[in-house]
């Protein structure tokens, strides 16, 4: 493992059986703190620098929290190719610097296509399971985000270009993580997760339709779910005042 200070922050690199190297930053926590540590898991093509990501992991400092960012491979600072990214790889991924930071309890947090993620690790924790944070969460985006002409395209082994409303750059997906994520879909059936869930989902989003959270509070086995509706909210939820409403969301889960 080695570290490199960027700004004010340090970011770690944890090398992996096969050689890929994940960034990260970790904060433990004051001494003696036993609350969970709060696990960052950003969306699609975006990275542990943004808005929310680094709001929350200021917010664990200040308050003595424990707290974990990291890039997926092929994004941000860690090293790989975005096209051979997966569900898969990315989970397997936040699951090996959990099982080499965290020793206790883990609340997961996910953004976009974060929320898909983090149930995917959710069901890979058991035990170390305290809770789950969706912000505007999109589980099976491949499915009911695609016209059955893209996912044709997709199936034939052809990268699939759509619009970037974030930048120049159209956004690509690639047939390998189509043909993994065709395996991950959960909003079918019941998601066996029972710990306690909050989703944040704004109105306005024109990216994941807000009804995707109701559909995943439906799906889910635990009692203990809350959807928060922010009515002109759009997908980012970076506003400051969205910013304080996932804080506070976040807070819940240390009394």
Known sequence: MQGMVIGMSQVMHHTLY????IAFRHTPGAEGFGGPTLVFLPGYMSDMAGGK???????AEAAGRACLLLDYSGCGASAGDFSDGTLSRWRDEVL????????GPVVLAGSSMGGWLMLLVAERLTEQLAGLVGIAPAPDFTHWGYTEAQRTQLARGETLYQRNPYGPEPTPTHPGFFADAECHLRLGGVIDLACPVRLIHGQHDDDVPWEV???LAAGLR????QVTLIKDGDHRLSRDSDIAILKAVVAGFYG
Do not use: K
């Open 53 to 59: 990501a680094t709001a929350l992991f200021a917010e």
């Open 18 to 21: 096969d050689g890929r190297r």
């Open 96 to 103: 090996a610097l959990i099982a080499s930071y965290v020793a």
């Open 222 to 225: 635990s009692d203990d779910v």
């Open 213 to 215: 959270s109701l559909r």
